[in-house]
């Protein structure tokens, strides 16, 4: 089956800076890459998803980039804010109606004012 | 707003109770899932359903049952609650087909004592 790796577990990044997560997958027939943002308290939502006939998408001043050949795939956040600060996840799944996300095992993000 | 919600936010029970985690979604969704997530972050999915009828074991193995009676409502159940039991439990939905969003409930933090 699938197995998402996510790295790293924990970044901290000035306020202004960026900031960069990245994960790998090993199912080369996945084909759907989305990240999903959790804040303190709440239930993981989503921020911005790819599919694997894009090699990069961009939503204000976050982007994720995906290297299909490498089988990885990049969270890139700019201008960083204190509410930037999450937990961020990765997952990847098949265009198959029936086959759950795998979820990497998240990053918790701290943005320092 | 995602309209799924999980009763209750917070529980504390005895070793031994039997319990039941609630979750309703209005959106008509056909999937639903429950993960565990332990303090360090990591989403364990333990059960899914693609419709009515239909449920299925996830990647972690768990003491808990689901039924799926209802599309809208996806109860987990303990049937003898353990300290080990101890946990946040996140309950989601999303549309049939493939690369479809899933929408995540507050979740449930369950103590055992």
């Known amino acids: 089956g699938e197995n998402v790796e996510q790295h790293p577990s924990t970044l901290s990044v000035q306020e202004g800076d960026s900031a960069v997560i990245k994960c790998t997958y090993s199912d080369s027939a996945s084909n759907y890459f989305p990240w999903y943002k959790q804040e303190l308290g709440k239930g993981p939502q989503l921020i911005i998803d790819i599919r694997s006939n894009v090699g990069e998408k961009k939503d204000q001043r976050i982007a994720v980039t995906l290297n299909k050949t490498a089988k990885h795939f990049s969270l890139h956040i700019t201008e960083t804010q204190p509410e930037d600060s999450a937990v961020y996840f990765c997952?990847?799944?098949?265009?198959?109606?029936?086959?759950?996300?795998?979820f990497g095992k998240g990053t918790r993000l701290s943005v320092i004012a | 707003e995602a309209d799924i919600y999980q009763t209750p936010r917070y529980l504390v029970i005895g070793t031994g109770k039997k319990i039941t985690l609630e979750c309703s979604q209005t959106m008509g969704h056909d999937k639903m899932y429950w993960y565990q997530q332990d303090p360090g972050m990591e989403l364990h999915l333990i059960h899914y359903?693609?419709?009515?009828?239909?449920?299925e074991k996830g990647d972690l193995s768990s003491e808990s049952t689901v039924s799926r009676i209802r599309t809208e409502h996806f109860p987990l159940t303990l049937e003898s609650a353990r300290p080990s039991h101890t946990s946040q439990y996140l309950c989601?939905?999303?549309?049939?087909?493939?690369?479809?969003?899933?929408?995540f409930g507050q979740g449930t933090r369950l103590t055992v004592v």
């Open positions: 997952a990847a799944s098949r265009n198959s109606g029936n086959t759950p996300l795998v």
């Open positions: 359903s693609y419709g009515v009828n239909s449920t």
């Open positions: 989601a939905s999303s549309e049939s087909g493939g690369h479809t969003e899933a929408f």
